[in-house]
């Protein structure tokens, strides 16, 4: 830790208290609050996401209450679960009646002085059909590593996997982001786990397994907006939605202005449905998406320890210093020659204690969220400590370790490259 005696002070410019001020983090006041979170969270993206917001602010702090008084987090069959099953149904029942309907009006149409609007609306169904259709995620072209490169990595991510209890996994991307996360590919559903090296690196060996552990738990805990079929549904609602909306010219001329053409005396109905269903669905869904995340963290606890899941979830909120210092290293002289993923791991570890405090605080805001789909980190951690503590079921020798970072060696220094030329074009 950096000792904040050294350091700057300046005046509050809200309450006039003194504090302290390191030149790389943010000047705040722990007295009044000022300056806490100096860069609201960006606004959610999608539909989706708008709604998951909205829910979490509401919710989240019932739904720990409820985890903290109960003894078993596993997945249950609720009314809310029953009811988003039989609407995801619908939804696709309606996915598969639009192209049926396009073609029957263009290919028998209505009355012959109708023909034009026959056509239209067939043409109007079919690029519905076409736009809302699922496209399976494809295997990406960088990144993935097969098991002759990385026995080592692969060996571990099997032995988690049957700790588990799950599918093996087919595929492991190396990647540049400071997260990982676990999907499937194409339309046999090959399960592929990504690694975000920048995090993958700077965790300690038990850390990597809690890691591997809360990601492979996906597959394993009964998260519903991971199962196909609700998760179609809810991208074809969401698909309707923005067509339809887009179509009535809102955006640009207004809601009333638009409102005077006929034509959005249907879309505006239609597009309205169409957010109702997403709202719905995603409602119904909440409570057990939000369930199967802390269950995915107490999954990971039992394989990789409470302790090693503890501390990782502590680095997981490192998002500023992986910023730093990839700033260091794209433009400083100084560290031009340095490895990037020993510098990320040395500024974790000397973060300064009053930048700690600050992110804690962050997180603890009701707007505050690392994910929209997970729960707020605080509350991850406090589930996690009302357990009884975990041993670890699967542990990674120092050995093991240094044999992983040996495959990983390669790789290392082409995300490198890649994160600075990234930084310096401004992605990052």
Known sequence: MIAEVSLKRQECPECGATIPVHPEYVAWCDQCGWNVQPQKPP?????????????????????????????????????????????????????????????????????????????????????????????????????????????????????????????????????????????????????????????????????????????????????????????????SLVVWFSILWGMTGAYAAGFFLALLLPSNWVLYPLAGLAWLGAYSLVHLLWWDSQRAEYLADFLAATVGGTEAMLALLEKLCSGQTFDIALQHISFNPDFKDQDFFDLLRQRIVQVPAREVQRIKRVEQLAESRLDTTHPPTPYRIALLQTRPALEPKVVLSPAENDAIDSELLTIRSQIQKQLVSWRRAGIF
């Open 43 to 235: 606004p959610p993206q999608n539909l989706f996401e708008s709604l998951y917001v909205s829910l979490g602010k509401r919710q989240s702090k019932v739904l720990f209450n409820q985890l903290s008084r109960t003894s078993s987090l596993e997945p249950r069959l609720t009314v809310s679960k029953l009811l988003a099953f039989l609407l995801s149904l619908v939804v696709q029942v309606v996915n598969l009646g639009i192209p049926v309907l396009g073609f029957w009006l263009l290919i028998f149409g209505i009355a012959p002085l109708a023909r034009i609007l026959s056509i239209f609306g067939g043409l109007f169904c079919l690029l519905i059909a076409w736009v809302s259709w699922v496209r399976f995620a494809k295997l990406p072209k960088e990144g993935v590593v097969s098991r002759p490169q990385c026995p080592v990595l692969y060996k571990l991510v099997d032995q988690v996997t049957r700790s588990l209890r799950a599918k093996p996994v087919d595929y492991i991307v190396i990647g540049p982001l400071f997260n990982a996360s676990m999907g499937e590919v194409g339309w046999r559903r090959k399960r592929i786990l990504y690694l975000g090296l920048p995090l993958f690196a700077v965790l300690d060996r038990q850390e990597r397994i809690a890691l591997l552990g809360h990601e492979i738990a996906h597959s394993v805990n009964g998260d519903p907006t991971r199962n196909f079929l609700t998760l179609t549904a809810i991208y």
